[in-house]
C-alpha cells in the first residue's frame, strides 16, 4: 500500500509541469446552522464567465451534491433554497480532480424574503408531490412528540385506533423507511416505531412516489430523517418540565402527572472534519383519561429511546453512517374504553431495537455506489389481568382479557444501489439501480381462553371456546431489484420512468411494478409546477398470512333467549388459507398544480386516485363439516381525492398551511391485520365492501404560527372533518344492517398556544400556555352499537379541554 502511494505522488510530481485538461468535479455539502442541520433540494448553480450559466444540480436527501464534467478553471456556484439566504462561493477546478465544498445557508431573519425558484425535486429526492414536516414545527406545535405526530401535521393523514391511515388506506398499508432501511414489524407491516423526539430532523409522507427504488407498500411513504452533528459540540435538555393533571372540571385542583417528555441531545466533531457523533435520548411518559370511565381509571404510555448516529468521512469520495436505537416500552390498560374497565383490559410490553450502516463511495466522477445494511427486532407481549372469563355484555365488559401472545421479529435488510448521471439522449440521465434483499423471521406464542356474549338482561348469547395454545414460526426472504432513470430533456421539465421487481416471500409469486411521473416548469422563474404520475405498488404480504392456519380453532355455540337451549349445534371454525393467495397491489395515479403567487401566497390544487386489489381478509363461511375462518386474497378497495392547498408565510412572522381535502375511500373491511394484529379480536364478523374505516368525506386542516412581534407567539392546529363512520352490530355482536353506515359527529378540534420570549443573562426562553381541545369541542371516540343495548346510538369518551404551562429553550 505505501509504495502504491509513493508511486502515485511520484507519477503526479512528473506530469506537473504539463497541462492536466482532463475535467473535473464539484462535489460537497449544503447546510444551516453552523453544519448541524443538512438541507436537501437547494438548487446549486455553476457559473463561469467564459461558459456563463452550467448545468444545476439539488442537494439530495443529506445535503450532497455533486457537478461533473468541469473544465479546469475557475468557477463561482450560488446555493439557494425557499426561507434561507443565497450564498455564493468561489473555487478552482483542476485536472481530474475532485472539489469538495461545505455550503452554510443562513437562516432568513427578515420577513423580506426573495422568490427563488423552487426545485421541482422535494427534500425525499423525488419528483412526486411531497409533505415535510421538519423537527422545528413538531416541536413548536406539539413539543416531546416524534414520528407519528409529525406525520399528522400533513393532509391526508388521519389517527385511527390501529395506527395513521394515509390518504383513505388502512396504517398496515404505508411504509416506513429511515434511508433505504425499511422499519415496519413484518408480522404486521405496522409501524410501530417511537425515535427521540430530537433525534428526527425531518419527517416526508409521499402518497404516490414515482421512482421505483421505494417499494413493500400500496398506499404511501414516511420517510424519516435522522439529525447529524454539527461541527461544534452542543447539548441540549428539552421538554423537562411534566404536564400535571387536574381533576375534571377545576383549574388548579392537580391529581398526578399527565405527560412527561424530557428529551436530551449532544453531539459534534469526534475527529475534527472526519468523525461526528449525535447521540439523542427520551423519556416518554403519557396518560390519557377515558371520561366515561371513573376519574382514577387511566391509560399509560411509557417508553424510553435512544438513537446515535455515527457520520464519518472515510476518504474523499466515501462516507459512512452508522445508526443504532433502543426502545423498551409499555401500555397499561392498552384496551380501556367506556364499555371496557381496566380488570377486562390488555396490557403491552414492546421492545425495538435497530442497527444500520450505509456506506456511499465514489468510484467514478459520476457514478456512487451506496450499500446499506439493517437489522431489526421488535418483541411484544400481551396478557390481561387474570384468568376470569371475559363476558362481552352491551354496557361492559366482565372478567379479564382472553388472550396471552408474544412475538418476537426480525428483519434483516441488505440495499445495494448505485447511481450515475450521464448526457444522452435527450439532455442529462441521472440513473439509478438496485438490489434490495429482506430476510424477515417470525416467532410466537397464543393462548385464548373462553369468551361469553351477553344479551343486556344477562342471558347467554353466544360462547365462543378456543382451542389449545398454539406456538407460530414463519421465516421467509423477499427480493427486489429495480432499474430507473430521471432526464431532463429541457431546461424546464423533467421525466421519471423505471421498474421494480418484487418476489414474495409468503406467496412465492414475482411481479413487476412499472411507474413514470413527469414535472413541468410552467414559467421561467420556476414558481409554476404541474406535475403528475402513475404507478402500481406491491405491498409486501405480512408474515402472519403464513401463521394463520397455526392459530388455535374456535368453537362457536349459540343459545336462544332463555341463555340455556342451544340453537343447533355448536360449530367449530378452523383457520383456512385458500391456495394459490396473490400479492396485495394497488394503481395509483396523481396530478398536482403548484403556483408560488407572490412571497406571500403559494396554492396547491391535486387529484390522486388509487385502486387496490388482492387484499387479504378474513371471513367466517360455512362448510359441508362445520365452519371456517377463511384467508383469501380477494379483498380491494378505491379511493379518489381532490385537494386545494393554500400556504401562507412572511419570514419568520408568519407561517400557516390551509387545506381542504374532499376524497371518497372504499374496501372491504375485514382486513387480516385488523384481527390478527399484536391484540386478537375474539369475534369475526361477516365481510363487506363499504365505507372505508378512514374515509373523511369532507376536511379543513389549518396549522401554523403567527409572530405579531419578535417577542410573541401564536401557534396551533385547526381540525374540522367528517365524522369516522362505524357498524351496527346485535346481540349475539353479528353485524346488523350494511356495514359501515352510521357515522360519528362531525369532528372539529382546535389546539392552540401562545407564547412569550423571555431572557435571562445569556439564557433565552419561550415561556407559554398550550390548550388541547381548546374549544371543548364533543369529540366521541366510542358509540353504543349494540341494538340490545338501552343506550343505543349515545357516544361516549370525549377529550375534555386541557391545559399546560410550556417552557422551552432557544432564541
Known sequence: MLLLIVTAFGARGLCAEEPDTRAGTITGTVSTQNGAVRLPGVVVVVRREAAGELPQSVSDGD??????????????????????QAVEMSAIVTGGAIVTLALELPIAVTEHVDVVARTVVSASNSLATTETVDSKETQLLAPGEGIQTAVRLTPGVIELSGGDSIDGARPNQAGLQLGAATLVDPATNLSRVTLPADGIDSVSVMANPYEVEFGRFSSGLVMIQTRRAGDAWKIHLNNFQPNLRVKRSTVLDVTGVLAWKPSLEFGGPVVKDRVFLEQTGQYYYQTTDINSRPENELRTMNWVSSLTRIDANLSEGESLVVSLGFVPGSVSNATLGTFTPPAATADIDNQFSHSMMTERAQIGGQTFLESMMAFHTFETSVQGKGKATMQLLPNDTLGNFFNRQNRSTTSFQWVETVSASRKGPLGVHALKAGIDLLRTGYEGTSASRPVLVKRSDGTLARRLTF???????????????????????????????????????????????????????????????????????YERTPLVASAFDEFENTLDTRYDTDGVTPLGPAVLYTHVIEPNLQVARSTAWDLSYD?????????????????????????????????????SSTGESSYLQQEVNVHVTRGTRLDVTTSYTHSSAYQDLNDLVDFYGSVLEPIIGANAYAPATADVPNRLFVHGRGMPNGGWMVLGTFDWRSGLPYSIVNDTLDFAGPRNEQRFPTYLRVDAGVERRMSVAKVHAWVGIRFANALNSFLPVDVQANQGAPDFGNFYNSPIREYRIQVRFGK
Do not use: C
Open 63 to 84: 445535503g450532497r451534491f455533486t457537478i461533473p464534467d468541469l473544465p479546469p478553471g475557475l468557477y463561482r456556484l450560488s446555493a439557494a433554497l425557499d426561507g434561507f
Open 595 to 631: 403556483k408560488r403567487l407572490n412571497r406571500t401566497f403559494a396554492v396547491r390544487l391535486s387529484v390522486l386516485g388509487r385502486q387496490g386489489s388482492h387484499e387479504l381478509v378474513v371471513d367466517p363461511v360455512k362448510t359441508s363439516t362445520g365452519g371456517a375462518l377463511l384467508l
Open 467 to 537: 382451542g389449545s395454545p398454539t406456538e407460530q414460526s414463519v421465516h421467509g426472504t423477499d427480493f427486489a431489484a429495480f432499474v430507473q432513470d430521471r432526464v431532463q430533456p429541457g431546461a424546464r421539465w423533467w421525466v421519471e420512468f423505471g421498474a421494480r421487481l418484487d418476489h414474495d416471500a409468503i406467496t412465492m409469486r414475482t411481479g413487476a411494478t412499472p411507474r413514470v411521473g413527469a414535472a413541468l416548469l410552467l414559467d421561467e422563474t420556476g414558481n409554476t409546477v404541474l406535475r403528475g404520475g402513475v404507478g402500481v405498488f
